[in-house]
T-cell receptor, first 112, second 112 residues
Framework: DAKTTQPTSMDCAEGRAANLPCNHS???????VYWYRQIHSQGPQYIIH???NNETNEMASLIITEDRKSSTLILPHATLRDTAVYYC?????????????FGAGTQVVVTP | SQTIHQWPATLVQPVGSPLSLECTVE??????LYWYRQAAGRGLQLLFY??????ISSEVPQNLSASRPQDRQFILSSKKLLLSDSGFYLC???????????FGSGTRLTVV
């Protein structure tokens, strides 16, 4: 069963902010929201994760709605190197195995 | 700092031949270790995970097996490869339940 829903693809202009939506309407109180990206022919790269509060790091910002049913990953100034598949994943904090299950993700293409 | 090594980067093997892919992690102790596969044009599928030496759990029935002979070594094997075993194999590690995953650079396996 898919736990997250993301658009299949989106385009973004270089230098502009990229806002990537994710719906996780069945998220439980103990589940984190994780974002990864995979550049073509490389392994996935961790971007950011959060539980309830908005988070920011050197790569991106994560905005989680108050009801936690959706979130948005923001790349503040997209570059051509940000072209990748972006995965939104929910994962229980109590899962001792720490398994990550990847969905189809969003193919983001940054254009000059 | 923690690093993950995965080799070889590419591999072409005939149908029916054996397989051994190795993954090692440096700079951390008692990591959770994972093997993922990505078939061409498809998403990432979790194959095996391990929380300790000799502890292996399989996510899907398949022609592959995994072993963890040392704390920071994870091996993916097959006695007889099938054409359907072709794909991009990724090793990953994490520590604890809330941490992010770090992926290796992957092995692209082509079975001919």
């Amino acid at each position: 069963d898919a736990k997250t829903t993301q658009p299949t693809s989106m385009d973004c202009a270089e230098g502009r902010a990229a806002n990537l939506p994710c719906n996780h309407s069945t998220i439980s109180g103990n589940e984190y929201v994780y974002w990864y990206r995979q550049i073509h022919s490389q392994g996935p790269q961790y971007i950011i994760h959060g539980l309830k509060n908005n988070e920011t790091n050197e790569m991106a910002s994560l905005i989680i709605t108050e009801d936690r049913k959706s979130s948005t990953l923001i790349l503040p100034h997209a570059t051509l190197r940000d072209t990748a598949v972006y995965y939104c994943i929910v994962r229980p904090s109590t899962d001792s195995w720490g398994k990550l299950q990847f969905g189809a993700g969003t193919q983001v293409v940054v254009t000059p | 700092s923690q690093t993950i090594h995965q080799w070889p980067a590419t591999l072409v093997q005939p149908v029916g031949s054996p397989l051994s892919l190795e993954c090692t992690v440096e700079g951390t102790s008692n990591p959770n270790l994972y093997w993922y596969r990505q078939a061409a044009g498809r998403g990432l599928q979790l194959l095996f995970y391990s929380v300790g030496i000799g502890q292996i759990s399989s996510e899907v029935p398949q022609n592959l097996s995994a072993s963890r002979p040392q704390d920071r070594q994870f091996i993916l094997s097959s006695k007889k490869l099938l054409l359907s075993d072709s794909g991009f194999y990724l090793c990953a590690w994490s520590v604890g339940t809330a941490g992010g995953y770090t992926f290796g650079s992957g092995t692209r396996l082509t079975v001919v």
